[in-house]
């Protein structure tokens, strides 16, 4: 198995930096977008170039590999997760940042089998940031192995976390309500604009604990891996286990400090993927 795991990886990791390009001819901003499930939410043909790219690619070299792509399930494709091996996929995670040429946009890009993430690659190739893990290998940062950090209380914890792309009144007000807790708790909050990239953060060990109510599995799929091989967990924000398809996540650099968090948390449940 991880022989053939570090076979995907490899021919993956080509196929992202290949997609890479696309995202890097626009480092100015994307005028053109349209919206998908609300006004805030936006897609570009680049991003379904990326998509594309990368289900053909891997497709041609893993013909019975399935796919969970963001741009396909806006196009009506299922999603469906099975214990095949799976690559879910975020062709531009952070496409708000993108579309404004505020250089945090990323390919995101999962493999999972029998349900769990197995290897991931975060790459924000404007910035030539590429995080990446394999299980049971460690998570690295352009090829140097990273860790979360040491931090296990809340009062020292720096925290990122977003308000997502919907604007539905309670959501908001579970944002805010989030807002002033850790402005009362925490050291302070980040707001990144990527989840897959505040999950790298917390990889890093730069920030230590991101959470978020709203997201898709294609956001948090690579993420969870390379959290995980940084040393760090995943639980569901209300402090059970991680659910990949619930739209909701907690990652920090310690167990202590994930439920400690999620006991401060204002919840949201969102429909699951
Ligand atoms: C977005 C994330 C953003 C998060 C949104 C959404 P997209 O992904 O990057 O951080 O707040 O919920 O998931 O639409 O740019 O791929």
Not at 8 to 13: I, N, Q, R
Not at 18 to 43: C, P, Q
Not at 163 to 180: I, Y
Request: aromatic share 8%; glycine share 10%.
């Amino acid at each position: 198995m991880a022989d053939a795991i570090d076979e995907y990886f490899e021919v993956a990791l080509e196929i992202v930096k290949t997609a890479g390009n696309l995202i890097k001819e626009h480092v100015d901003g994307f005028a053109s977008f349209d919206m998908k499930a609300s006004d805030i939410d936006f897609v570009t043909e680049i991003d379904q170039k990326v998509e594309h790219t990368l289900i053909s690619g891997l497709s041609k070299r893993f013909p019975d590999h399935k796919f969970i792509g963001e741009e396909s399930v806006a196009g009506g494709a299922n999603c469906i997760l099975t214990d095949e091996p799976t690559w879910i996929i975020d062709p531009v995670d952070g496409t708000m940042n993108f579309v404004h040429g505020f250089p945090h946009s990323c390919i995101s890009l999962g493999l999972t089998i029998n349900k769990e993430a197995v290897a991931g690659i975060i790459y924000n190739p404007i910035v030539n940031q590429l995080f990446t893990a394999k299980k049971g290998k460690g998570a690295f940062l352009n090829g140097r192995q990273i860790h979360v950090s040491q931090v296990k209380e809340l009062r020292n914890a720096l925290l990122s976390y977003e308000a997502g792309t919907s604007r539905d009144p309670e959501k908001v007000q579970c944002v805010l309500d989030n807002f002033k807790m850790i402005t009362s708790k925490g050291h302070g909050i980040r707001s990144l604009g990527s989840a897959a990239l505040d999950m790298a953060m917390v990889a890093l060990g730069g920030s230590d604990a991101y959470f978020e109510f709203g997201i898709h599995a294609w956001d948090i799929a690579a993420g969870d891996i390379i959290v995980r091989e940084a040393g760090g967990v995943c639980i569901d924000p209300a402090g059970g286990p991680f659910d990949i398809l619930s739209r909701r996540v907690l990652c920090a650099s310690s167990m202590e400090l994930a439920q400690e968090l999620a006991k401060e948390l204002h919840q949201y449940y969102p429909e699951r993927d």
